[in-house]
């Protein structure tokens, strides 16, 4: 696969701007863990291979198991996964197929219940964030494996 355009420097500040709203998720509160997972499941779904070995690579560092990453495109039918885990990644596949239809109100409340308002809002604008940067690394064929952890991450 051949790169198309470094869009990090065709538009350095929507660069920046996506690269501020990941600063924020990382002080959100949200566990590292859980970022990685919803993630690599929302990457899965959109087919980034790019992005599924950066958060892959990115999960291990907080300490995900490889048993966990190797399950999580089955992850409805294991038992490796917690009740917050779970409501997680309900709630990020429903919101990265939105266009299938529309999100349930149980499915709402379950995860709200799980996440609260604050916590609900910035699972989903990491789910948000995801579902773009995997368009951007597909529609501009950013290379799979080309990705290499920084010291700070």
């Keep these: 696969m051949q790169p198309r355009i470094d ?31 919803v993630k690599t499941r ?3 779904i ?3 291979a790019f992005c599924i070995d ?15 990453l190797y399950a999580l495109s089955a992850w409805h039918e294991t038992p490796f996964f917690t009740e917050r885990e ?5 709630w990020a596949e429903a919101v990265t197929r939105v266009a299938e239809g ?28 995801i579902n773009g940067w995997n368009r951007l690394a597909i529609a501009f064929a950013t290379p799979p494996g080309s990705y290499r952890r920084a010291r700070s991450e």
């Design 7 to 37: 869009y990090t420097a065709a538009a350095p500040g929507a660069y920046a701007a996506m690269r501020a709203l990941e600063t924020y998720l990382h002080q959100s509160g949200l566990d590292a863990g859980l970022l990685e997972l």
């Design 42 to 44: 929302v990457s899965q």
């Design 46 to 48: 959109n087919g980034c």
């Design 54 to 68: 950066m958060h892959t690579q990115m999960a291990r560092v907080a300490g995900e198991t490889e048993q966990r």
């Design 86 to 90: 779970r409501a997680a990644l309900t």
């Design 102 to 129: 529309s999100i349930p109100d149980d499915m709402y409340e379950t995860v709200r219940g799980q996440f609260g308002d604050k916590g609900l809002a910035d699972l989903t604008l990491a789910i948000v964030a």
